[in-house]
């Protein structure tokens, strides 16, 4: 098991070493420039000459080998860079705002699973029932409508009926637990709602192959109630695919949240990421970018070391 952790989290190497090199030079052919982000904006403009200054300042005017050669090796060290559109580091910006996204992130992925493992279970005991039918069709919905239409009609729909509206200032978990979940609680319910749909026809689909298998026919013939059938022995078998649809659903769940949080006005990766790339600032969207691409990779690794735990037939060498 140790050798298998060591090698994957090896390979996880040149995986980001090809990523951050894409990305780099991705960025340097998009139009725009990061001196005119910096210095102009709707109240003020700069002259040639201030642009031109600054570019010089920042390394812009370098050739590209030599910025790309400077930015590996601060990467290689550990560094970052620094944001010239916050003035800080990286790092530190990354660290204030990816709480935030995570945080919604994780209750999207709870708020699913609550809702698609139950509801999953229910369709697949009830196949061609009008309960049935009904979850396929809330289900194909889910899948069907994009996040950001969902978040914009919800939206309306609080204003409209309730004068609801999002807070203008975010309020952290550890300051006041309550209100920071009134503020989450919407939008991690708009972002998981098109993977709570596909997780719960997965969940449909591995529960009506899982119980038209023989030991669930004999666990049945041995006078054991429906729920000790279910969640005994149907339900850990059914739920290996459905851990790996999850898993992945996760990374959607991050980049869902990207224009969740611009509608609902949270100053996360989201709202970040969206800022970073309109002022040409590359640094920090290098810096979230490797750091969203390293913790999907290690939540990936979570994910398969857990298959052991659900199936001890798994084993990894």
Same mark, same amino acid.
């Given at each position: 098991?140790?050798?298998?952790?060591?090698?994957?989290?090896?390979?996880?190497?040149?995986?980001?070493?090809?990523?951050?090199?894409?990305?780099?030079?991705?960025?340097?052919?998009?139009?725009?420039?990061?001196?005119?982000?910096?210095?102009?904006?709707?109240?003020?403009?700069?002259?040639?000459?201030?642009?031109?200054? $600054?570019?010089?300042?920042?390394?812009? *005017?370098?050739?590209?080998? %030599? =910025? /790309?050669? &400077?930015? @590996?090796? +601060?990467?290689?060290?550990?560094?970052?860079?620094?944001?010239?559109?916050?003035?800080?580091?990286?790092?530190?910006?990354?660290?204030?705002?990816?709480?935030?996204?995570?945080?919604?992130?994780?209750?999207?992925?709870?708020?699913?699973?609550?809702?698609?493992?139950?509801?999953?279970?229910?369709?697949?005991?009830?196949?061609?029932?009008?309960?049935?039918?009904?979850?396929?069709?809330?289900?194909?919905?889910?899948?069907?409508?994009?996040?950001?239409?969902?978040?914009?009609?919800?939206? $309306?729909?609080?204003?409209?009926?309730? *004068?609801?509206?999002?807070? %203008? =200032? /975010?309020? &952290?978990? @550890?300051? +006041?637990?309550?209100?920071?979940?009134?503020?989450?609680?919407?939008?991690?319910?708009?972002?998981?709602?098109?993977?709570?749909?596909?997780?719960?026809?997965?969940?449909?689909?591995?529960?009506?192959?899982?119980?038209?298998?023989?030991?669930?026919?004999?666990?049945?013939?041995?006078?054991?109630?429906?729920?000790?059938?279910?969640?005994?022995?149907?339900?850990?078998?059914?739920?290996?695919?459905?851990?790996?649809?999850?898993?992945?659903?996760?990374?959607?769940?991050?980049?869902?949240?990207?224009?969740?949080?611009?509608?609902? *006005?949270?100053?996360?990766?989201? =709202?970040?990421? &969206?800022?970073?790339?309109?002022?040409?600032?590359?640094?920090?969207?290098?810096?979230?970018?490797?750091?969203?691409?390293?913790?999907?990779?290690?939540?990936?690794?979570?994910?398969?070391?857990?298959?052991?735990?659900?199936?001890?037939?798994?084993?990894?060498?």
């Amino acid at each position: 098991m140790q050798a298998y952790i060591v090698r994957r989290i090896l390979l996880m190497v040149p995986t980001i070493f090809l990523l951050g090199t894409a990305l780099f030079f991705l960025l340097r052919v998009l139009p725009g420039d990061l001196a005119v982000g910096i210095l102009t904006s709707e109240e003020s403009s700069a002259t040639p000459e201030q642009i031109e200054e $600054l570019r010089e300042f920042l390394g812009l *005017n370098d050739h590209i080998a %030599v =910025q /790309y050669i &400077r930015w @590996l090796g +601060n990467v290689l060290t550990g560094d970052l860079g620094r944001s010239p559109l916050f003035d800080t580091t990286v790092t530190s910006i990354l660290w204030s705002k990816l709480g935030i996204t995570l945080e919604l992130a994780i209750i999207a992925v709870l708020l699913s699973l609550l809702w698609a493992l139950p509801l999953g279970i229910i369709s697949a005991l009830t196949r061609g029932s009008w309960i049935d039918q009904t979850i396929r069709i809330v289900t194909a919905a889910g899948i069907s409508l994009p996040n950001f239409w969902v978040a914009l009609m919800i939206l $309306l729909a609080l204003v409209a009926f309730f *004068n609801w509206s999002p807070p %203008v =200032q /975010y309020v &952290r978990f @550890l300051d +006041n637990p309550i209100e920071n979940l009134k503020i989450l609680l919407i939008p991690a319910a708009v972002v998981g709602f098109r993977s709570a749909a596909t997780i719960t026809r997965m969940t449909r689909s591995m529960m009506l192959e899982v119980i038209s298998q023989d030991y669930v026919r004999t666990a049945r013939a041995k006078g054991l109630s429906s729920w000790t059938v279910v969640v005994r022995h149907a339900l850990p078998n059914a739920s290996l695919p459905v851990l790996t649809l999850a898993a992945l659903l996760f990374a959607a769940l991050i980049d869902g949240a990207v224009v969740i949080e611009v509608i609902f *006005n949270l100053p996360g990766l989201g =709202q970040l990421i &969206r800022e970073s790339i309109t002022r040409r600032d590359y640094e920090l969207v290098q810096g979230i970018v490797l750091i969203i691409a390293i913790f999907m990779m290690l939540w990936i690794l979570v994910t398969d070391l857990a298959y052991a735990w659900l199936d001890p037939r798994i084993r990894y060498s």
